[in-house]
C-alpha cells in the first residue's frame, strides 16, 4: 500500500525572532512536528514554510499530499489568497487537514469553517488537562482518559466554530476555563481535525502523547477516493430515463455548468 504523504506546513517566524521560540525549537516547530509522525510510524513526511516560494505548496505538490498540517500565528495574513485557494480545492476533493493551535485564525481554517474563530487566550504557562471525549475515536486510540501538559497557554470558550461534528478532546486548564481543543468536521470530501495544544514557547510538540493524537490525526485524516466537483450539465437526451426537453429553457444541451 502507498504510504501517506503527509506536508507539514510552518510558518517559522517566531523560531528565527524570539530567541525564546528558537531555544525551544532550535530546527523550528515544522521539523519537531515532523519528527512526532515518523516517530509514530508515518514514513513519507516532508515540511514546507512560508518563506518558500508559493510558500512551498505549489500545485503538484498539493496534488499529491494526502494530509496537510497547518501551524501558523504571526503571518497569517502573508499567505496568498492563491495558495489558500488551492489548499482549499485540495481538501474539498479529499486531502486531510490538521489545523494546530494559533492556525485557528488563518485565513484557510476560517474559509472552511465560515466564523471568526475567536477565542479567549492567556499565556500564563499553566498546566493543560486534556480529556478524551470520545475514547471509541481513531484519533484517541492509545491515549488514556486524559493527559497533561505542564505549561501551555490557555485557549477558552467562546471558541467562534461551527459545532463540531465530532468532539474527541475537550481541553481544561490550570485558571480554570475549558475548551473544544480537538474537534472534527468534514468539508467536501475532505477531512479536517483541529487541535488546540501547541504555544510555541513550550516544549508541547515534543511530548510523546501529543506526537501520538499528531499521528492518528493524519491517519484519520487521509483520503478516502476523489470528488473532483466539476458541476457537469446532463442532457434530457441522456438522462438515466431519457426524456424530451419541454418548456422555456435558459441553456443549451451541455452548457458549462449552472452558475
Ligand atoms: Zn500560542
Keep these: 500500500m502507498k ?9 517559522n517566524v517566531h523560531e528565527r525572532k524570539s530567541e525564546v521560540v528558537r531555544s525551544v525549537y532550535p530546527d523550528g516547530m515544522h521539523a519537531a512536528i515532523a519528527d512526532g509522525l515518523r516517530e509514530n510510524g508515518l514514513e513519507d513526511v516532508t515540511t514546507a514554510t512560508l518563506d518558500e516560494s508559493e510558500h512551498g505548496l505549489p500545485e503538484e505538490r498539493l496534488e499529491s499530499t494526502d494530509v496537510l498540517f497547518w501551524w501558523g500565528h504571526c503571518a497569517h495574513g502573508e499567505v496568498a489568497d492563491a495558495v489558500v485557494d488551492r489548499v482549499q480545492k485540495r481538501v474539498l476533493e479529499g486531502m486531510g487537514l490538521i489545523v494546530l493551535h494559533s492556525g485557528h ?10 466564523t471568526t474563530c475567536s477565542l479567549t487566550w492567556r499565556e500564563a504557562g499553566e498546566k493543560e488537562r486534556v480529556w ?120 443549451q444541451d451541455g452548457d458549462e455548468g449552472y452558475r
Excluded at 3 to 11: D, F, M, P
Design 105 to 114: 485564525y488563518s485565513k484557510i481554517f476560517k474559509r472552511l469553517m465560515g
Design 132 to 251: 478524551v471525549c470520545n475514547p471509541g475515536h481513531p484519533i484517541a486510540a492509545g491515549i488514556d482518559r486524559y493527559f497533561e501538559l505542564e505549561q501551555s497557554e490557555m485557549y477558552g470558550e467562546p471558541f467562534a466554530i461551527p459545532a463540531p461534528e465530532e468532539q474527541v478532546f475537550v481541553s481544561w486548564y490550570q485558571g480554570g476555563e475549558v475548551f473544544r481543543g480537538g474537534c472534527c468536521w468534514h468539508r467536501g470530501n475532505g477531512k479536517i481535525f483541529y487541535f488546540s495544544p501547541g504555544h510555541e514557547t513550550y516544549p508541547i510538540y515534543f511530548d510523546k502523547t501529543v506526537r501520538r493524537v499528531l499521528a492518528n490525526a493524519a491517519r484519520w485524516a487521509a483520503p478516502r477516493g476523489r470528488w473532483v466537483d466539476s458541476c457537469p450539465n446532463v442532457p434530457a437526451d441522456q438522462a438515466a430515463e431519457p426524456i424530451i426537453n419541454r418548456g422555456p429553457r435558459l441553456h
Design 3 to 11: 504510504s501517506l504523504q503527509v506536508v507539514v506546513w510552518g510558518e
